[in-house]
Protein backbone atom coordinates (compact mmCIF):
# COMPACT_ATOMS: atom_id res chain seq x y z
CA UNK A 1 0.00 0.00 0.00
CA UNK A 2 1.25 3.17 -0.95
CA UNK A 3 1.78 6.45 1.16
CA UNK A 4 -1.08 8.61 -0.23
CA UNK A 5 -3.09 5.21 0.42
CA UNK A 6 -2.16 5.16 3.70
CA UNK A 7 -2.47 9.22 4.39
CA UNK A 8 -6.06 8.39 3.26
CA UNK A 9 -6.65 5.49 5.91
CA UNK A 10 -5.12 8.24 8.35
CA UNK A 11 -7.62 10.78 7.45
CA UNK A 12 -10.63 8.07 7.71
CA UNK A 13 -9.03 7.35 11.34
CA UNK A 14 -8.84 10.31 12.42
CA UNK A 15 -12.39 11.59 11.11
CA UNK A 16 -13.70 8.70 13.04
CA UNK A 17 -12.05 9.68 15.91
CA UNK A 18 -12.91 13.01 16.02
CA UNK A 19 -16.22 13.59 14.46
CA UNK A 20 -15.66 17.50 14.48
CA UNK A 21 -12.90 17.47 12.07
CA UNK A 22 -15.49 15.45 9.42
CA UNK A 23 -15.72 18.36 6.99
CA UNK A 24 -12.48 20.06 8.21
CA UNK A 25 -10.06 19.83 5.42
CA UNK A 26 -7.04 17.79 5.94
CA UNK A 27 -3.81 17.87 4.25
CA UNK A 28 -0.21 15.33 4.14
CA UNK A 29 1.81 18.84 5.69
CA UNK A 30 -0.87 19.10 8.96
CA UNK A 31 0.28 17.73 12.25
CA UNK A 32 -2.34 15.90 14.03
CA UNK A 33 -1.40 18.44 17.15
CA UNK A 34 -2.68 21.49 15.20
CA UNK A 35 -5.76 19.57 13.97
CA UNK A 36 -6.50 19.33 18.25
CA UNK A 37 -5.99 15.47 18.12
CA UNK A 38 -4.63 15.06 22.23
CA UNK A 39 -2.33 12.20 23.01
CA UNK A 40 -4.68 9.40 23.75
CA UNK A 41 -6.54 10.27 20.33
CA UNK A 42 -3.35 9.73 18.46
CA UNK A 43 -2.61 6.17 20.00
CA UNK A 44 -6.13 5.60 18.98
CA UNK A 45 -5.93 6.46 15.58
CA UNK A 46 -2.36 5.30 15.00
CA UNK A 47 -3.77 1.83 16.64
CA UNK A 48 -6.64 1.86 13.99
CA UNK A 49 -5.20 3.06 11.09
CA UNK A 50 -2.10 -0.02 11.90
CA UNK A 51 -5.12 -2.42 12.10
CA UNK A 52 -6.53 -1.58 8.62
CA UNK A 53 -3.53 -1.75 6.96
CA UNK A 54 -2.93 -4.76 8.61
CA UNK A 55 0.62 -3.36 9.79
CA UNK A 56 2.16 -5.02 13.18
CA UNK A 57 4.88 -2.65 14.59
CA UNK A 58 5.76 -1.28 17.87
CA UNK A 59 3.92 2.20 18.77
CA UNK A 60 7.47 3.11 19.58
CA UNK A 61 8.70 3.01 15.97
CA UNK A 62 6.44 5.87 14.93
CA UNK A 63 7.95 8.42 16.99
CA UNK A 64 9.28 11.22 14.97
CA UNK A 65 7.58 12.61 11.97
CA UNK A 66 6.11 16.17 12.04
CA UNK A 67 3.26 15.95 10.26
CA UNK A 68 0.20 13.81 8.62
CA UNK A 69 2.68 13.13 5.26
CA UNK A 70 5.60 12.30 7.09
CA UNK A 71 3.74 9.81 9.31
CA UNK A 72 2.29 7.78 6.61
CA UNK A 73 6.07 8.23 4.63
CA UNK A 74 7.23 6.76 7.47
CA UNK A 75 4.23 3.68 7.89
CA UNK A 76 4.61 3.13 4.09
CA UNK A 77 8.50 2.37 4.72
CA UNK A 78 7.72 -0.18 7.96
CA UNK A 79 5.40 -1.94 5.59
CA UNK A 80 7.79 -2.35 2.98
CA UNK A 81 10.39 -3.85 5.46
CA UNK A 82 7.80 -6.58 6.57
Known sequence: MGSNKIFQVLINEIRLTI??????????????????????ERGEILIATLEAINLEIPMTQLHGPSNLGELA????AKSAQQ
Open 19 to 40: PELADHPIARNDAMADLGVNSM
Open 73 to 76: DLIH
